[in-house]
């Protein structure tokens, strides 16, 4: 018998350009881990997260069969010359210190 769980999926957006302060309040570190984040970090505030990404972890979820459940949920960005997707391996073991 498979045992649910709680899964925590973070995700994680590099984006360039413009974020609004109204959509957005800085973070220091994850109200849902507590992991210290990099200092040009902000949180997008609940109301403002895209509709697909908010309807696509709840697809996710779906996808999991009864395996998975719904947790708490942040959306992160932080922007700069050192994330890029080859670093991605780097970025994540940052997260995890």
Do not use: C
């Amino acid at each position: 018998m498979l045992r649910k769980f709680s899964a925590i999926i973070p995700i994680i957006i590099l984006m360039t350009g413009a974020i609004y302060s109204q959509e957005t309040e800085e973070a220091q570190t994850s109200l849902i881990t507590g992991v210290s984040l990099p200092q040009n970090a902000v949180r997008i505030r609940p109301n403002y997260v895209p509709e697909e990404l908010r309807d696509g972890l709840t697809n996710i979820v779906a996808a999991g069969d009864g395996k998975l459940i719904g947790g708490d949920r942040e959306v992160l960005v932080w922007s700069g010359v050192s994330y890029t997707k080859h670093g991605a391996g780097k970025l994540i073991n940052q997260l995890k210190a």
